[in-house]
């Protein structure tokens, strides 16, 4: 029975990190160019990318311009709590903030335009299920599955 547990804890694991890079995968590399979508009704599991400023669970332009609003007072950018580093301290942060350097500027705008030309091995940052910013770098070429606090619950 421990070991059933065992594995379907670690299937688990690797079904969310598959799905979560899938995720990622879609919105760097859309199927079309149309800009016609609407904004997205998925409350289950936002696309927490920074670069996502204006929290439509897609990066294109009019995130670009999101932050251009946000620069230019328009628009009131929202924050958060997460961790910079695990085990760290409480930061607060906004998707609009695409570099994670903890303002909003010209930066994130060029990191964003960035992103939407998809430009290759450039850091992507991310809110992870810890509630930590973390990075990968775009495209994604190879995947580790790891999780600490699930393989302590379930090895331990």
């Known amino acids: 029975m421990i070991m ?6 670690a299937i688990a694991v690797v079904v969310i990190v598959l799905v979560a890079g899938v995720a990622v995968y879609l919105t ?30 897609y990066i294109d ?16 950018p929202t924050y958060f709590d997460c961790y910079k580093t695990y085990g760290g301290s409480v930061v607060q942060r906004c998707l609009a903030d695409a570099n994670c350097d903890g303002k909003i500027d010209e930066a994130d705008v060029e990191w964003i335009q960035n992103m939407v030309d998809r430009k290759t091995n450039m850091q992507v940052y991310y809110y992870d299920v810890d ?21 302590r619950v379930l090895f331990n």
């Open 4 to 9: 059933n547990n065992k594995m379907i804890g």
């Open 28 to 57: 760097m590399n859309p199927t079309s160019k149309e800009t016609s979508y609407g904004l997205s009704d998925n409350i289950d599991g936002r696309l927490t990318i920074f670069g996502n400023a204006n929290e439509d669970d």
């Open 61 to 76: 332009d009019r995130d670009v311009e999101t932050v251009k609003a946000i620069i230019a007072g328009e628009i009131e």
């Open 131 to 151: 509630g930590v910013c973390a990075s990968c770098t775009y495209p994604l070429t190879t995947l580790a599955v790891g999780y600490n606090l699930i393989s």
